[in-house]
């Protein structure tokens, strides 16, 4: 990896954590190098201007601007407030360890962000994209974090941030360093993108190996028969379709909430598992969201036992997981249900492989309830119908997948393990840059180190 030359000369910067920085750099508190929040939509605005809306949710932890909301200001939250122009930089205010933190460039008129940012509006002597990368700096935003007051949702009054230290080069080295990160991190973040399509090609590929095998088989000479099931299509002619009302012992929906209130919840006992636990097939419980052995007896019929399919009944439909040996005695959640199956019927690792399918999704899709929000019930899904092929033929598929996906999840989690490598490496090279730590002046703006490259699949 490329080794940056640090500066021939450096000082003490009066700040612990950062040390020396070039012996030609200044410090100065924030507020003298930006202007904070100087520009707020005033509260008699027409009720029916449109305006594009930032909300702190719509910023990721890499400076991206995800999405605007377009509404009236009548509509708008009252923390939409803050106006924007080209070269400013936000950051959040709020919850500041997620770091979002974003630069403004060529913005539409009427866009807004919310209160829960401040506006930074670099002043003459300062590079906007400077600015931006050093607020976005590991160093700064342990400072910001440093700052901030309040545990579950911790944040820093505007004015406090306003007095942190930063540090300025003469304006012609903050361009250089500006357009050297924009340079490297261009590269950085084209590798990650090249990675990112990679793992969804992966999992297409995952999703399209279960779908086939748990519709026509491993057998690719079996004769076939129309399942009469238009998304379906053709079964194996010895398999059977079935309701899921027919291969289930039981369909349970989790406690009303009359039945388990949130003053039920304690800390590290018998996990309850809600739609937010259940990804990608398995379940990733919430520690924090357990109730004790007491309330758990109280609620025995909602219990999970190992081979039991777990299954979010709002939103994301077709999200579930098979219950485990580790999961058995959890508790089923508000806002999931529970199929148990006939096991001299169904092999459960196989129900879950088909229940994980498109077509499934699609189906339930079709048939949720609700006008704000997707709802499934016990009585939809005990009426959804599956390819059912002999329990030991089942177990056959199972075994399977579990080879064949096994295979695509190594190699998404090692190309995952190389995002994570790059993602630090961009981080770090920001915070070296903008502190000093490497001397970028004459620095050829050549290619991403090869190494970076060894984590490509």
Excluded at 145 to 165: C, F, H
Excluded at 289 to 313: N, P, S, Y
Excluded at 354 to 378: E, F, H, K, Y
Aim: proline share 7%; charged share 25%.
């Amino acid at each position: 990896m490329t080794r940056w030359q640090p500066y021939p000369e450096y000082k003490e910067s009066n700040l612990q954590w950062l040390g020396k920085i070039p012996e030609h750099w200044q410090t100065r508190r924030l507020k003298y190098a930006t202007a904070v929040d100087s520009d707020t939509l005033v509260e008699d605005t027409d009720p029916n201007y449109v305006l594009q809306y930032v909300d702190i949710g719509n910023v990721d932890s890499q400076g991206n601007i995800l999405n605007f909301q377009e509404m009236r200001f009548e509509k708008a939250p009252s923390r939409a407030r803050r106006r924007v122009r080209d070269g400013d930089t936000i950051i959040s205010t709020v919850r500041t360890y997620l770091k979002a933190i974003a630069y403004i460039e060529n913005p539409p008129e009427n866009l807004i962000v919310s209160t829960g940012f401040a506006v930074l509006r670099p002043r003459p002597e300062i590079e906007p994209k400077y600015l931006w990368r050093l607020v976005q700096s590991q160093g700064f935003v342990d400072a910001v974090v440093a700052n901030s007051e309040g545990i579950g949702y911790p944040a820093i009054a505007p004015t406090k941030l306003a007095e942190l230290l930063v540090w300025i080069p003469p304006l012609p080295e903050q361009r250089t360093i500006a357009a050297f990160l924009d340079r490297q991190t261009a590269k950085i973040d084209a590798l990650i993108a090249e990675q990112r399509h990679l793992i969804e090609l992966l999992q297409e590929r995952r999703a399209a190996l279960i779908s086939h095998v748990v519709t026509k088989g491993l057998d690719p000479d079996v004769p076939m028969k129309d399942s009469g099931i238009p998304w379906l299509g053709e079964v194996p002619g010895h398999w059977e379709v079935m309701q899921v009302r027919y291969i289930a012992e039981s369909l349970q929906t989790g406690p009303f909430g009359s039945q388990l209130h949130s003053s039920d919840y304690v800390a590290n006992v018998i996990p309850v598992i809600n739609p937010s636990h259940l990804r990608d097939g398995y379940i990733e419980p919430d520690f924090g969201v357990t109730v004790d052995r007491q309330t758990c007896e109280r609620l025995e019929r909602h219990k999970l036992r190992a081979g039991d399919i777990v299954f979010a009944r709002r939103g994301e439909l077709g999200r579930r997981a098979l219950v485990t040996p580790t999961e058995d005695g959890w508790l089923c959640g508000t806002g999931s249900l529970r199929i148990r199956p006939r096991l001299r019927i169904v092999h459960p690792p196989f129900l879950n492989a088909v229940l994980s399918t498109r077509g499934v999704s699609d189906w339930l899709l079709l048939q949720a309830v609700g006008s704000t929000m997707d709802n499934l019930n016990t009585s939809i899904l005990s009426r959804l119908p599956l390819p059912i092929p002999p329990v030991e033929e089942q177990r056959t598929v199972a075994t399977y997948l579990d080879r064949g996906t096994a295979k695509i999840d190594t190699l998404v989690s090692e190309i995952e393990t190389g995002i994570a490598h790059l993602e630090e490496y961009r981080t770090a090279l920001i915070s070296a840059a903008v502190t000093g730590k490497i001397d970028v002046r004459n620095a050829l703006l050549s290619d991403v180190p090869a190494q970076l490259r060894s984590t490509d699949p």
